[in-house]
């Protein structure tokens, strides 16, 4: 059985007023912890943007 998730987020919670940010996914971390692994990471890019926004789509598989 396969799931596939995409997950938005962005690169500025990183080294923000020089602390270094976790960020966790709960629907990707739901998945896993019901037995799924990731088989795949595809990310995504639009070219160059000023949002400082991407996008990872994860393939799971259990």
Do not use: A, R, W
Not at 33 to 46: A, C, L, N, S
Request: hydrophobic content about 30%.
């Amino acid at each position: 059985m396969q799931k596939v998730i995409t997950i938005t987020t962005h690169t500025n919670i990183i080294d923000k007023d020089d602390k270094f940010t976790e960020k966790e996914y709960p629907k990707l971390n739901e998945y896993l912890e019901d037995g799924y692994i990731v088989k795949q990471t595809v990310p995504i890019t639009t070219g160059s943007q000023t949002s400082y926004m991407y996008s990872i789509t994860f393939i799971l598989e259990k």
